[in-house]
Every structure is written in C-alpha cells, then in structure tokens.
C-alpha cells in the first residue's frame, strides 16, 4: 500500500501529516513509499507468511486496571499462527493509530521472553478505528483495523 514513510525511523504517517514524525521528532523527513505497508488479505486460502504478520485484535471492554473508568483495553498479537521471536526473525514495533492518528509505537526486542504483542488502554468514549503497524526484520510492514464503539 502507498503511503508516507519517515526515512530516519520508518514510522507511517496514515493521517498524510508529513512535517514531523512523532517517533523520532524529525523535520520533514518522509518519502511516499509504493510498499510502505501490506494490507491484509482474509482470504480462505492466505498462506502462512500472511497468517504470521496480520496482526489480530481482541478488544478488553471489562477495564481491569482503572476500575470503573469505562476503558478499554486493545489487545494485539502478531498473527493468527503466533509469530517467531528469535535473533534473526522478530517484530521490531507496534504502532497503533486511532482514526489515522499516531497513538503509541512500542519497540520489542528479539529476546525469547517475549511474544509479539501489544496492549494500549483508551479512555472511556473513545470511538473510531483503531489500526496497528507492526514490522517484521524479514517482511516488512503489515497492517490491519479493528472498529471501538
């Protein structure tokens, strides 16, 4: 998918701002990219490369951590069939959006301790699309939406 990358961090810019990145705080450092990311493909027959990159949501409405603040939490992995975390094939981040807009990115490091996966806590009456980028060292960006109502 064509979109706006930032040549120092490779942070997408999905809301077309292209005069700072939020990651790295660089000046007008993006370049429009034909492959900046890979949109999902949920046909029946999606091979294992896509099963391990699409990242899957699971939205938390009961708010464990702020009781009775109306929250919810956005829970993401990496994949249908779970990710490998090893040296030489990881995720490196998760970047979540809310309606276009950058929210978050959360590094992860290759370390076996970890799983591919993210949580973010939105305020209660938060509504819109949330999307997540995540990026794997072999194949590249990978992107996908879920709807908070």
């Given at each position: ?42 046909k029946a ?62 590094m992860l ?28 060292n072999l ?11």
């Open positions: 998918m064509k979109g706006l990358v930032c040549k120092v961090c490779g942070y997408v810019a999905l809301d077309g701002n292209k005069e700072q990145c939020p990651v790295c705080q660089g000046k007008n450092v993006f370049e429009e990219k034909e492959d900046a990311y890979k949109m999902p493909d949920f027959s999606s091979g294992e490369t896509e099963k391990k990159h699409i990242p899957s949501f699971m939205l938390v409405r009961e708010c464990g951590l702020i009781p009775g603040a109306d929250c919810v939490d956005v829970h993401v992995k990496i994949g249908e069939i779970i990710h490998p975390v090893l040296p030489e094939h990881h995720i490196t981040e998760i970047t979540f959006y809310i309606d276009n807009k950058f929210v978050e990115n959360i490091a290759s370390s076996s301790d970890i799983n591919p996966a993210a949580v973010i806590h939105l305020k209660g009456g938060t509504k819109g699309k949330v999307q997540v980028i995540e990026n794997c194949h590249g960006k990978w992107f996908n939406e879920a709807e908070v109502k």
